[in-house]
């Protein structure tokens, strides 16, 4: 059975800082994203990676895949309050179209 | 353009009785997958339609619980008998095709309190 484990669980960073949550993941896989949740709210889509080695970057957010030592990367660059949310990865399991989804990260940009 | 749409945004329920919840995927997308999220058990999935083949019910916590997709659009989620184990968000997606090469866009759920 897939399990996909993100930490840390919580998160309170200053505005400016960098930092990384770390997505590990327990059986083979090549296809890993990463959505973002404001309170109260739905899913959003951040990355898709779908190779070993992919990297993407959408303005302060990074994402990278290593597919061989099962493990996803989100980068935060230079954090602002915008970036508030609860982020998380998912991995889809060889064969068929579920989804597993990790615990959350859920992170608090502080002024 | 519209997104994934789902009805009733909030249902309120008493144990024992079956509650419907309805989505309305992306126009032309083929996939559409139930999700549910709870404090307990984080993000599960449910159900996953694409086309016309058979749904994967792997997710499906136990019999009470049924979905069927109609015409290849509108799907139903069905919780007969409701428990109070059953309050949580459901959350229903679409994507284009196969997620193997696609993300997938989610509706903003239906929120179910079983009392």
């Known amino acids: 059975e897939l399990k996909v484990e993100q930490n840390p669980l919580f998160l309170s960073m200053q505005e400016g800082k960098n930092y990384t949550i770390y997505c590990n993941y327990s059986?083979?896989?090549?296809?890993l994203y990463w959505y973002r949740q404001d309170p109260g709210k739905s899913l959003e889509s951040l990355f898709v990676?779908?190779?070993?080695?992919a990297v993407k970057q959408e303005g302060r957010l990074m994402a990278s895949l290593d597919t061989k030592a099962r493990l996803s990367t989100l980068h935060i660059t230079a954090a602002v309050h915008d970036l508030s949310a609860t982020y998380f990865c998912?991995?889809?399991?060889?064969?068929?179209?579920?989804?597993?989804f990790g615990t959350g990260t859920r992170l608090t940009i502080i002024p | 353009g519209a997104g994934v749409s789902q009805s009733p945004s909030n249902k309120v329920t008493e144990k024992g009785k079956d509650v419907e919840l309805r989505c309305d995927p992306i126009?032309?997308?083929?996939?559409l997958y139930w999700y549910r999220q709870s404090l307990g058990q984080g993000l599960e999935f449910l159900i996953y339609?694409?086309?016309?083949?058979?749904?994967?019910k792997s997710g499906l916590p136990s019999d009470r619980f049924s979905a069927e997709r109609t015409g290849g659009s509108v799907s139903t989620l069905t919780i007969q008998r409701t428990q109070q184990e059953d309050s949580a968000v459901y959350l229903c997606?679409?994507?284009?095709?196969?997620?193997?090469?696609?993300?997938?866009?989610f509706g903003p759920g239906t929120r179910l309190l079983v009392l």
């Open positions: 339609f694409q086309g016309n083949s058979a749904p994967d």
């Open positions: 997606a679409s994507s284009p095709t196969a997620v193997r090469q696609e993300t997938q866009y």
């Open positions: 059986t083979t896989s090549d296809r």
């Open positions: 998912a991995v889809l399991s060889f064969g068929n179209e579920k989804l597993t």
């Open positions: 990676l779908l190779s070993n080695g």
């Open positions: 126009s032309g997308h083929t996939a």
